[in-house]
């Protein structure tokens, strides 16, 4: 055996998402949003002009794809560690190479952090010097919101990319490519696959491509040769590499379920609700799908007539999260339970709107001088921080306006007669509120 058959045998040993993964852009699947022609993103990885960034979204999705396409077009060094197994000395180290790089042989240093959401406060801070004067351009990689996770010094400094889901029809064009891909992919495995069956490991991967490229190469593994040598990969192989069951509807149908699922927790009606979310689940519907839009639910059309349908909501979804399908079930189907049963109120969605529209088409800039920061500025203007009435100063309220000059009289939220609202009109009430 020479050197290139070894190279060979280790290539097609790694599992096909790796195999699979993109080495361009024009590979690259999905993230129209942050990847398309002439994105700011795009025109950087292009000029070799990246800043910091993060990139920021669930698995599956292409962070480290695209992490790895911007290693192949740099001119600089890219250097790759992973914050759940790299400490102190690891960045100390990548950094005092990228300054030896940098002063040297004036290349620029790009660092990879996978899980950077696990990094300490010690390590950020570690970190955050090179950040600041260029030495390192850093590539953090995160499944959490880096806004609440991170320090807020690092995400400061970067620009965050969001990664969404990629779509049942982006990962079924992936999973297409790869079963006639020869030099990466199963082309030589002589395998072909119902459309049935990759519409259903497409649907149920929930927008993760690494989990649809498993379960494929899984399928396609399994499955015995016919009498030509060749492997057809069935909608039942698909079922069983997947685990989950076929969708026993078409997509048409699916986002029907997800109307209906969300119109009977609009309408109060649990039966029809858990009815519908269990439904969509058991044929296939990732159960994330569905917690995702309780909350949203929970404050569109609960909302502040019952503000603990939201924590609920929130509560289940940090379940299905942490514990994961099938136990998780159970705080989510009492959080559907709660928002159906809660009162319904629309106030926060329609003062959310009419609140945006204002700020988007009526735009002033002048605020009232009080509530200004004072600290700079002429001795006129921190004057002006004597007229600000500090509501503590009057038993927690005292009537004063916040609102620019031009929008004083607007009101936006309006609290309604049904339940905890009625608390808040009879709280503005006993405070003397105008509006």
Not at 49 to 77: D, M, Q, R, Y
Not at 88 to 97: F, I, L, N
Not at 336 to 348: L, Q
Not at 356 to 373: F, G, Q, S, T, W
Request: net charge neutral.
């Amino acid at each position: 055996m020479d050197l290139f058959d070894f190279n060979n045998h280790e290539e097609t040993a790694k599992p096909l998402a790796e195999r699979m993964r993109a080495n361009t852009l024009d590979e690259f699947i999905g993230q129209k949003h942050i990847v398309a022609e002439n994105s700011l993103l795009r025109r950087a990885i292009m000029a070799d002009k990246l800043g910091s960034c993060i990139f920021w979204g669930p698995p599956g999705v292409g962070k480290t794809t695209l992490a790895n396409i911007i290693a192949l077009h740099t001119n600089g060094e890219f250097v790759k560690l992973n914050a759940v197994n790299s400490g102190v000395a690891d960045v100390k180290k990548a950094v005092d190479q990228a300054r030896d790089n940098l002063k040297m042989f004036g290349k620029r240093t790009y660092l990879m952090l996978d899980e950077c959401h696990r990094f300490s406060k010690t390590q950020s801070d570690s970190l955050l010097p090179a950040i600041e004067q260029g030495t390192i351009i850093f590539i953090g990689s995160t499944t959490e919101n880096p806004y609440a996770a991170m320090t807020p010094a690092i995400v400061s400094r970067c620009r965050v990319f969001e990664f969404k889901r990629l779509t049942k029809e982006d990962i079924e064009e992936a999973l297409y490519a790869a079963l006639k891909n020869r030099r990466k992919g199963l082309g030589k495995l002589n395998v072909t696959a119902d459309d049935a069956a990759i519409a259903h490991i497409a649907l149920t991967a929930g927008g993760d491509l690494r989990t649809a490229y498993n379960a494929l190469e899984l399928a396609a593994l399994t499955t015995k040769p016919n009498a030509e040598g060749r492997i057809h990969v069935t909608l039942a192989d698909a079922e069983e590499s997947i685990q989950r069951k076929a969708l026993a509807y078409n997509e048409d149908s699916y986002y029907d379920f997800l109307s209906a699922f969300c119109k009977s927790l609009r309408g109060s009606d649990a039966n029809a609700a858990l009815y519908y979310a269990h439904r969509l689940i058991e044929g296939g519907c990732d159960p994330m799908l569905v917690a995702r839009r309780l909350v949203v639910h929970s404050a569109e059309d609960v909302g502040m007539a019952d503000p603990r349908a939201l924590q609920i909501a929130t509560s289940a979804l940090y379940a299905l999260e942490r514990i994961g399908y099938p136990e998780a079930m159970i705080p989510l189907s009492e959080a559907i339970i709660y928002v159906c049963e809660a009162e319904k109120s629309n106030s926060v969605v329609e003062a959310m709107y009419a609140a945006k529209a204002d700020a988007v088409n009526a735009r002033d800039e002048n605020i009232p001088p009080y509530l200004k920061d004072n600290s700079f500025g002429s001795q006129e203007d921190k004057a002006e921080k004597n007229n600000y009435k500090y509501p503590h100063n009057y038993g927690g309220y005292v009537e004063q306006q916040y609102l620019p000059d031009s929008l004083k009289d607007k009101v936006y939220y309006v609290p309604n007669d049904r339940g905890y609202e009625k608390e808040v009109k009879a709280i503005r009430e006993r405070k003397g509120k105008k509006r």
